[in-house]
């Protein structure tokens, strides 16, 4: 399991989380506080994790954090 912490907008989690939870099973989102979030992938789908976060991270302004 590998996870990354990511931080957004409070109004771009709703949107955040359905894109994550859409792509097939990818991983799931787990709220700390308000846009402080955790996602969680299998380890053989890092690769796949790491390049959906850049992707958002181009549209919403997400800050992608390591562990």
């Known amino acids: 399991m590998v996870s ?27 709220a700390m506080h308000g846009g402080d979030l955790v996602v969680a992938a299998p380890a053989d789908r890092c690769a796949e994790l790491d390049a959906i976060l ?6 919403l302004g997400v800050l992608k954090l390591e562990p």
Not at 54 to 59: G, S, T, V, Y
Request: charge should be negative.
């Open 4 to 30: 990354r912490r990511v931080v957004i907008r409070g109004r771009d989690v709703v949107y955040f989380k359905a894109i994550i939870e859409a792509s097939d099973g990818l991983a799931g989102v787990f």
């Open 54 to 59: 850049d992707d958002l991270a181009l549209e």
